[in-house]
C-alpha cells in the first residue's frame, strides 16, 4: 500500500488548510487511517484517526473542533480539514493507514499504523 499525502502549504494563521491522502483504491475500504504530525525538534504525534466506516473519529486535543478528518471510498481518499490555524500547528503532517478487522473503532495509537505516507509540511505564519 502506498498512501500520497497532499495539501500542505503557507498560510496565515486563523486561515485553512485541507490535506488530502490517497490510497490505492482496490484495498481502500480495508483500512482505517489517520494523520499525524512532526514538528520540528518534537515527536510525531497523534492528530486525529477515522475508523473503516467512518463513523468513529478521534481527535487530539489540541485540535478538537478545529480540524475535522473524513474519507471518500468512492474517492478512495482521506482528508483533514484544518479550520482556524495557529502557529503551533506548523509541522509535517503524515497520514497512516492500518490494516484492521475493525470496522467501527478509530485508533490513536501511532504503532497500529504500519504504512505511511511521505508527509506534507503545513506553515502557520503568525
Known amino acids: 500500500v502506498q498512501l500520497q499525502a497532499s495539501g500542505g502549504g503557507l498560510v496565515q494563521a486563523g486561515g485553512s488548510l485541507r490535506l488530502s491522502c490517497v490510497a490505492p483504491?482496490?484495498?481502500?475500504?480495508?483500512?482505517?487511517y489517520g494523520w499525524f504530525r512532526q514538528a520540528p525538534g518534537k515527536e510525531r504525534d497523534f492528530v486525529a484517526g477515522i475508523s473503516r466506516t467512518g463513523r468513529d473519529n478521534l481527535y487530539a486535543d489540541s485540535v478538537k473542533g478545529r480540524f475535522t478528518i473524513s474519507r471518500n471510498n468512492a474517492k478512495n481518499t482521506v482528508y483533514l480539514q484544518m479550520n482556524s490555524l495557529k502557529p503551533e500547528d506548523t509541522a509535517v503532517y503524515y497520514c497512516?493507514?492500518?490494516?484492521?478487522?475493525?470496522?467501527?473503532?478509530?485508533?490513536?495509537?501511532?504503532?497500529?499504523?504500519?504504512?505511511w505516507g511521505q508527509g506534507t509540511l503545513v506553515t502557520v505564519s503568525s
Open positions: 483504491r482496490r484495498t481502500f475500504s480495508w483500512y482505517r
Open positions: 497512516a493507514a492500518d490494516a484492521t478487522e475493525n470496522l467501527y473503532r478509530a485508533t490513536a495509537t501511532q504503532a497500529e499504523y504500519d504504512v
